[in-house]
């Protein structure tokens, strides 16, 4: 009798073991599924996020021929239509080439990924002057003064005021009303404004004291020298030896700072990065004599031409740090603007130099006494920002006045 007993308890325990066996199988089949639901849903969303966006290209191919076809052509209206559209296409084809570099960014990680976006910067500015330098006429042909002597000047004196003004004000400003305070590290900040103020001072305030107003060919490549051996310091610091000053490390962790991935590989981004900055050169060179053209007959300053190259070459970036400072990630966004800065300054300088003097073009880098005191008044102003790493809405606010300033002085 006890044995038929545990003979049944033995069928049931078999039963409920089958049972909860078929449960456990069918569990673990439906949670596979559900994760091989979920890859094939990050896959179409990442598809979705890299396919079908180098439209750019065909839009730069258009433009040309419709640029070299206009290209003469003296209607103030037209020209403003030609120029739109060419920058339209400018504009375009330079955030694809951050698009794609940010990809670069992204799988490197800090501070490597905001070193990766400010290369970008930096050869679209080298690339943008360039263009323009080369289809204009050399100082030869105009009486020993190049048309565009003052080209790298401005668009460096731009750049500067447009970052460390006009988006860091915008950034400060949004990030405080959304999270009242935000939080950088102080150490950072202060190693990208000890590399950039010497070099602002030697490229862009020391020569307007000069009897001649700028700097001769034999001081113009010591001034190359020493703002390139100044960035290979820098580089040092930033990836070897002091990662950590330029790293936030109570930063939003739960913040989406990873952005769309991508399936594609390293060198599929690369390759496009090339053609989109190949785009933005050519719509350049084949534009810079409608925008040319047109400036003359409007009688527009020279600086705001400068002022162009720098909203176009900057804008992708200082998109991207604007988000990164709506996710509370305001660290990264002051890599992405001061380190965009350090880099456009100590790169474009001797790279312009040396094609100024290839290609027979004289440079023109002293700023007069009025820019000069608002690159001084901003770089005060961003030493009181962040001396206590800390910021909030009014710093945001301080920083557009002065950038309001700076638009007031350029189109007076």
Known sequence: MKIKKIHQIIQILQKNFCTMNCVVYNRAKYVQGEHDMIKKEEQVIENQGTRHKEYAVLLAVAVIIFDVIFKNTTSTPFLVVINLISLGAILYSAFSVVRHADIFAHRLGEPYGSLILSLSVVILEVSLITA??????????????????????????????LVTSG??????????????????NLAGVTQYLTGIIPLVFVVLILP????????????????????????????????????NLFIYEHEDQDADHEGVPSPHSNIWHGVWLVVHLISVVAITKVDSTPL?????????????????????????????????VLANDLQRAINMYFGSVLATISLTVPAVVI??????????????????????????????????????????????????AYLMMILS
């Open 132 to 161: 323009v330098m080369t289809s204009g006429s050399s100082a030869a042909e105009n009486g020993g003064v190049s048309p565009y002597a003052t080209l790298m000047r401005d668009t460096l004196y731009s750049l500067i005021m």
């Open 167 to 184: 988006f860091v004000g915008v950034s400060l400003l949004l990030g405080g009303r959304k999270f009242r305070t935000q939080h950088v």
């Open 208 to 243: 307007s004291v000069l009897p001649s107003g700028t700097y001769s060919n034999g001081q113009l490549l010591v001034v190359a020298f020493l703002s390139a051996v100044l960035y290979a310091v820098f580089l040092i610091i930033q990836t070897k030896t002091h990662q």
């Open 292 to 324: 040319e053209t047109l400036l003359g007959n409007l009688e527009a300053p020279k600086a705001l031409t400068g002022l162009i190259v720098a909203i176009l070459i900057f804008a992708p970036e200082g998109l991207g740090a604007i988000r990164a």
């Open 355 to 404: 094609i100024s003097l290839l290609t027979g073009n004289n440079i023109v880098l002293g700023l007069d006494m009025v820019d000069a005191m608002l690159l001084i008044g901003i770089f005060i102003l961003c030493q009181a920002t962040f001396a206590s790493g800390r910021t909030n809405q009014v710093d945001g606010v301080a920083h557009l006045v002065i950038f309001g």
